[in-house]
C-alpha cells in the first residue's frame, strides 16, 4: 500500500499527521483475535466455541503463506523500505512474529485449559495411546496394521540425497535413529536427553520421515463407553514408530508441519498462456520456499537443527507446539452428529416475500427489484435464475464472472447446459482468484469443452465483480436480467457468509452491465458507465468524490453522514478522505471485519468516527455504503473493501440500490450491525479493540436479521391462509 498524496493542508483544513495509519498485518492480527474471543467465550455453545478456534488456525495458516511470506520476500529486496503506519519490513516482521507467537500460545491455552476439559465432560475424549485401556489399544493396533502401514512410507534422509519436497500444511514425523554402525543395542539407555546440549551435532544421527499424506482421515474413531471418542493419525503413528524401522533403534519421534510461502504471483508479461501460466504457478507455490515450523514442543537440539537447517530457517520462523498440530483438525468435531445441544440452534434460511417457487424467475423480477440479504434468505433463487435460462427457448445470452464456485457448481453445470442447447454463454473465469486456481483452470477446460465462451480476466487485473446478465428475447424487445451481489457465486459459502444479492432488470443498470462485459471481455477501451462504478478506472473516485461531497455539505451548515460495512480499509487516499470528513464534523460509522488502518477517536484528526467489528456465528463478508447526500439517500452494495488491491488491481463493482423497498430493506440491514450489543468489539485510536458490554437488553444483528427474514416469510403464510384462491378451469 503506498502513502496517500493527498497529505499537503487545504486552506480550510488541518494538516493530517503522519503517524495517522495502522499497520496492515497487526491489524489482522487484531482480528485473529476477536475470533479467539469467541472460542474463549463460556458463554457460546462448546462446539461452537471450538468451531472458532478452528478457524484462527485456518486464518493463521493463510496469513502465514501470503502476508508473512510478503513480507520475507520484500525483506530480501528491501528490509529498511517503509509502510504507511512507518514501519520497515524488518521492523513489520520482527512484530508479526511476535504477534503470531503470542497467539499461538493463546489458542493450545484455550484448547487445553479450556476446551478439552469441556469435550471430556462431554464424552468427546482424543484417546491417548499411552494411558488407555485395552480395548482402545487393541482397536488402534488393527488399524495400524489393516491399513496405517500399508499406505504410509517413511523416508530415509541422507547427505548425498536431495532432502525430500514435502507438502505445504501436510503433518509430517520426523524419526531420529541410532546410526546403524552403534552395535549396542543397549547403548541408546546411555544416550543424552533431548534437548540436552551434550545430544551432539545432527550428523552423529540418521534421520527419516514420514508424510501422513491425505489419503488417511487424520482422526480416527476408537471404541467408546458412551460419546465419541477419536485417535489422531500422527499420534497413531508415533506411538508405534518402531514398526516402520524394523531392526533400528528409534531415539525420537516428533510431528512437525511446514507452511511454505503462497505469496506467488504470474509474471504475465513472461506468460504466453495464462493458464499454463498459472499452472506453473501452482507448482512453484508447491516447492516455494519454507516461511515456518511447526513441530512438538520437547523436540530435542538435534532434531530442531536437523529441520531448520535443510528447511533454511531462522529461529524467529520456529513454532514449538504444546498439543496436536493444525487446529483446522477441530472442524470435524463441530460437524459430530448427536451433539446438536452442543452447537448453535438451526437457523435455516427463509424464502424472500416475492419469489414464488411456481412462478418464473424472470416473471418475478420483471414485477420489480429483490434484494436478499444471505444467509438469512436462500441463495436458491439466484441458481434458479441462471438455471431456468440455461432452458428457456427466449434467452440468447448468459454472460457472468466467476470468482469462486463450490466443488459440485450447480451454476457451472447450467452455464454448460446453456451452451450445449445453443444459447451465446461468455463467462470471466478467474484463474488468478488465490487457492481457487487449480479447481477455476478444471472448471475453465469443462466449460470450454461444452462451447461456453471463457475469457481469462484481464492482463494484470483479477476480475472479482459479482454479476450475471441474461439477455431475453420478450414481446416488446430485449430485456436484461441481472444479478449483482457482494458474495461469491458458491451455494455452499452463501449458507456460511452474509452477503447481499440484487436481482433487478433495470435498463440503465443493463446497459452499463453490457458495457462493463463488453469492456472487459474485448480488452478494450473502458466505456463510460452511467450508473455503475467500475475499479481499476472509476471507483476509487466515485468513492472519494461521495465523501467529499458529503464533507463539503458538513462545511456549509448541512447534516452529513457516511455509513459504511466493508471487510477492509485499507487504501490510505479513501482513509485520508476519511478524516478530512471527520476534521469538517462529519458523523462516520464504519463496521470493519478485519483489517482496518485508520484510527478513530484521535483529538483533531477523527473524534466523529466510530470504528466497530461484529464477529458472529456468520463471517460478514457483505460491503453496504451508505451517503446521507443532503437527504436524498446514496445507497451502495459492492463486490470491493476499501484496499489498494481492490481499487487498483481488480475489476470491481459498485451498484447503486434505487428501488425504495429495496433501499429501506437494506438501509435497516446496515443500521441492524450498528445496534449490536452482543458480538460488536469496538477499535481504539491505538488500532486494539474493546469488547462491547452487552448491557440490560442486549441486541445481537445476525439474529434479528434473521428474525427478520422469518417474520417475512410468516406475514407471507398468514396472508395466504386469510385470502380465498379459486380453482379455475385449465384453458382448453
Known sequence: MSKSTSTKARPTEKALPEDRFINRELSWLEFNQR?????????????????????????????????????????????????????????QLQAVVRGCSDMVARQYRVLRESLEPR??????????????????????EDRLHNDVLAVLSPQAVFAERPFPLLQGLGIHLCARLKPLHESDPGSAANLPAAGDPAAGDHDEWDFAIVPLGRSLPRLLPMPADRGHAYLLLEELVRHYIDEFFPGREVVECIAFRITRNADVELREDAAADLMVGMEE?????????????????????????????NMRLKSRSLFPIEGPLDLTYLFALHGLEGYDSLRDPPWPPQSTPGIDPAESMFTTIAGGDLLMVHPYERFDPVVRLIEEAAADADVLAIKQVLYRTSRKSPIVAALMRAAEHGKYVSVIVELKARFDEARNIEWAREMEQAGVQVIYGIRGLKTHAKVCVIVRREPQGIVRYLHFGTGNYNEVTANLYSDVSLLTCNEALGSDATKFFNGVTGA???????????????LRNRIIGLIEAETQRCREGQKAEIVAKLNALVDTSVIDALYRASQAGVKVKLNIRGTCCLKPGVEGLSESIRVVSIVDRFLEHARIIYFRHGGNNELFISSADWMPRNLNRRVELLIPVDDQDCRKKLLDTLRAYFKDTTNTWEMQSGGDYRRIEPGSDPVRAQKRLYDRACKAMQEVANSRQTTFEAH?????
Not at 461452537?48 to 484462527?56: D, N, P, Y
Not at 478494450?524 to 472509476?538: G, K, V
Not at 379455475?728 to 382448453?732: Q, Y
Open 119 to 140: 469435550l471430556i465432560e462431554a464424552a468427546i475424549t482424543r484417546v491417548d495411546l499411552a494411558d488407555c485401556n485395552d480395548r482402545c489399544r487393541e482397536a488402534a
Open 35 to 91: 475470533v479467539l474471543d469467541q472460542a474463549a467465550d463460556t458463554s457460546l455453545p462448546l462446539l461452537e466455541r471450538v468451531k472458532f478456534l478452528a478457524i484462527t488456525g485456518s486464518n493463521l495458516d493463510e496469513f502465514m503463506m501470503v502476508r508473512v511470506g510478503g513480507l520475507q520476500l520484500q525483506y530480501q529486496q528491501n528490509s529498511m523500505v517503509r509502510d504507511p503506519s512507518g514501519l520497515s519490513v524488518a521492523e
Open 281 to 309: 504457478v501452482l507448482e512453484s507455490r508447491r516447492q516455494s520456499r519454507a516461511v515456518r515450523l511447526e513441530y512438538s514442543a520437547g523436540a530435542s537440539d538435534p532434531m530442531l537443527v536437523f529441520l531448520s537447517e
Open 524 to 538: 478494450s477501451q473502458p466505456q463510460q458507465l452511467l450508473h455503475l462504478a467500475a475499479a481499476p478506472t472509476t
Open 728 to 732: 379455475l378451469p385449465r384453458d382448453k
